[in-house]
């Protein structure tokens, strides 16, 4: 009674099974010799060489370096590394004498903006045409902090004799470009060494004045309902004052106050500096978070260049803050600061209106959760285990499970659940390190095929099982 079932049911893995090997390939094995992984981003930097040269590195709390020894004059003066990179964005740091607007200065030049013989923003030579990295979600506050996960600086020539040259960087989601001095390279002593450094930096690479009179605000993006914001963090330091008393402010997006911390002094140390605030319940949306010094107060701050607008300016009167906030025209900069807050979150709901729901995890997997009508769920995680279920209305339930071996097999199952039959396979298969931008329309159609038909398989049976009852 029961052949008709088993029968169909053999014949679509068989199909099916054949499909998914004509259509899936394996991988080919790469291999990495930097790999930076955090809070659901990565970069990748695969094993790579260049004609008539050695590559070493280094890695420290502060920094991964490689070095790159050219042993003679090489052929060529760009130099390719191909990266690959999932969740970042990367922001170029020009000369400061392209950014800044010169006519506000008495001198600027690629790394120092001068006014009245006061150093007012200071732009280190490998952070000019380096790239800060910060992510692409738009992530800050509590374990993303400021956004910013690593610095790519401008990487050095050194010929054997100590002579150095500074080398143009360019930074894409998909490589590395090195461009190196032609001259340099002719008349250099080898071996050369050329230096590319990634620093685990959270901090801009630039420093500049905030001074009395004036409030500061960076935009960020609060990227889910917060139960309270209760502490603003900055990275700025004291330089001219006696009390160096500073105070933390929250904008919303239309410029209103939602709070302000309470006077704080500073010191001189480059730190981090926590205010204390209190928001209460605060909605996701676009914010401005910034610090306003005391009067007669300067204090440093850091940032990286990012985009337009990202940082505007008031001007205060005797030190009160402005309610709502009055953007100054000239007082905009694209400036990413060294500010973030930190916030607690009530809980996890999501609201379900029958639509999916895509959510990014951390570490080295990957899920999407759909949320329906009825409540049922359908998980895809992808890692070193990858597992499907499906739950549909409470009936059926397939389950996907794929690991890393070489042939293909099939484990069919029949279980009861909620007085409905389901069917649960095993796919085993060659694949490593799958990861879902490389799952194929193919693959995805094969899978989709394979569903469909099993399900028409289970209806013809179950027809078939039916009518010999009767």
């Not at 970042?88 to 001198?107: R, S």
Request: aromatic letters at 14%; glycine letters at 8%; hydrophobic letters at 45%.
């Amino acid at each position: 009674m029961r052949k008709p079932f088993f029968l169909s049911v053999f014949l679509i893995v068989l199909l099916a099974s054949a499909f998914l090997v004509v259509h899936v390939k394996p991988q080919t094995q790469i291999t990495y010799l930097k790999t930076f992984e955090k809070d659901g981003t990565s970069l990748k930097i695969p094993e790579f060489t260049f004609q008539d040269s050695m590559v070493t590195s280094q890695d420290t709390k502060e920094f991964y370096q490689f070095n790159i020894t050219l042993s003679k004059i090489p052929l060529t003066n760009v130099f390719n590394i191909p990266i690959e990179t999932q969740g970042l964005n990367f922001y170029y740091q020009p000369p400061l004498n392209q950014e800044l607007n010169v006519k506000n200065y008495d001198f600027v030049n690629e790394t120092h903006a001068i006014n009245n013989s006061i150093v007012v923003n200071y732009r280190p030579l490998n952070v000019v045409g380096s790239y800060a990295v910060y992510r692409s979600d738009g992530k800050t506050g509590n374990q993303y902090l400021n956004g910013k996960l690593y610095h790519i600086y401008r990487p050095l020539l050194i010929d054997a004799k100590g002579a150095v040259s500074w080398t143009a960087l360019t930074v894409s989601k998909t490589g590395i470009s090195i461009i190196c001095d032609s001259e340099f390279l002719v008349k250099a002593v080898y071996p050369v060494v050329l230096d590319p450094i990634f620093g685990y930096d959270t901090i801009g690479g630039t420093e500049a004045d905030h001074m009395d009179g004036h409030c500061m605000v960076f935009n960020f993006t609060l990227t889910e309902n917060a139960a309270d914001v209760i502490e603003v963090s900055s990275y700025i330091f004291g330089k001219f004052g006696a009390t160096n008393l500073v105070k933390a402010v929250l904008y919303e997006s239309d410029w209103d106050l939602v709070t302000n911390s309470s006077d704080q002094a500073i010191t001189a140390a480059e730190t981090w500096n926590n205010f204390t605030i209190s928001t209460g319940g605060l909605a996701s949306g676009n914010y401005y978070l910034g610090m306003a010094p005391a009067e007669s107060v300067t204090i440093r701050y850091h940032y990286d260049a990012g985009s337009a607008n990202q940082r505007a300016l008031d001007t205060m009167t005797d030190y009160n803050l402005n309610d709502p906030y009055t953007p100054e025209g000239w007082g905009y900069a694209a400036e990413k600061g060294s500010i973030y807050a930190t916030y607690t979150v009530s809980g996890t709901e999501m609201s379900e209106f029958g639509s999916a729901v895509l959510a990014f995890s951390s570490g080295s997997f990957l899920s999407w959760l759909f949320s329906r009508d009825s409540g049922q769920t359908v998980a895809f995680q992808s890692g070193n285990q990858r597992e499907v279920v499906f739950s549909v209305m409470g009936a059926a339930v397939t389950a996907f499970t794929s690991f890393g071996h070489a042939i293909f097999s099939f484990l069919i199952t029949e279980y009861i659940f909620s007085g409905a039959a389901a069917i649960a396979f095993l796919v085993e298969s060659g694949i490593t390190g799958l990861a879902l931008g490389e799952i194929t329309s193919e693959m995805l159609i094969a899978l989709i095929i394979m569903f469909f038909i099993i399900a028409i398989a289970l209806a013809v049976s179950a027809l078939g099982i039916s009518l010999k009852k009767k």
